[in-house]
């Protein structure tokens, strides 16, 4: 999709960053709306009506968290990429279970949190309609036929594998919590190291160097991500 005539809503407290992101983003060809708190942002939000909202979490008057829960309670359903700290795993974790679409975390590249918005606006259209076959680089998975195929050749899996795969096709390109593919495949029953080893058989069997997976890479601290056609930067070595 074109960035012509898509509008972002920036809602940070910070005037540094939110010029950063007006200038990189409108040089995108993104229409950008500013707002430096809850208060302003919910005003906005009724005003600009914008395709996407960039939060972030440490905002002065209510928290990123409050206002992405009050949202999704209101049945808001633009995505929502958040803006966090690399160290701050936790609101990570508990601002994806709460509705976030993705996240980047501070300082972020202008070309990462690009690639961030495009997945993010790509999958809301998406999840109008589940694609019946996924295909990325030598990856290919038939949902319908629940056919996984690599270089053309079959590849096996166990039950629990392809229900990982699944989840992860049917959100491409969005980051799954530990907690969110443990509920949707053992109903929360197990752990999340019982997931890894899974995880990791399931790479043995799909990516060409497991250690340095190309699909399914790891995002510390919070999930799994299955990367599209075209990912945001190659995977760093991940043993996870």
Same mark, same amino acid.
């Given at each position: ?45 009724? =005003? ?84 019946? =076959? ?9 949902? =319908? ?29 969005? =980051? ?65």
């Amino acid at each position: 999709m074109t960035n012509s005539g898509v509008k972002i809503l920036v809602v940070d407290d910070e005037p540094p960053i939110r010029k950063l992101l007006r200038m990189g983003l409108g040089a995108q060809g993104y229409a950008i709306t500013e707002a430096g708190n809850a208060k302003f942002a919910l005003e906005a939000l009724k =005003v600009e009506r914008p395709d996407l909202i960039l939060l972030d979490l440490g905002l002065p008057d209510i928290s990123g968290h409050d206002l992405l829960a009050r949202w999704r309670d209101e049945g808001l359903d633009l995505p929502v990429v958040v803006l966090s700290s690399r160290t701050d795993e936790a609101g990570i974790v508990k601002a994806l279970e709460r509705g976030a679409d993705d996240y980047v975390t501070k300082p972020f590249g202008m070309n990462e949190l690009a690639a961030r918005i495009r997945v993010a606006l790509r999958h809301r259209l998406q999840q109008q309609g589940e694609r019946p =076959v996924f295909v990325t680089g030598g990856l290919s998975v038939d949902l =319908v036929k629940r056919l996984v195929k690599v270089d053309g050749k079959e590849v096996k899996l166990s039950p629990k594998e392809y229900d990982i795969l699944r989840l992860l096709v049917q959100h491409a390109g969005k =980051v799954l919590t530990h907690h969110f593919l443990l509920e949707q495949v053992w109903d929360g029953t197990t752990d999340v190291q019982y997931l890894r080893v899974y995880v990791r058989q399931l790479r043995q069997k799909i990516e060409q160097t497991p250690d340095q997976p190309r699909y399914i890479t790891t995002e510390t601290g919070v999930g799994y991500r299955l990367h599209e056609a075209d990912p945001i930067e190659p995977a760093p070595a991940d043993h996870n």
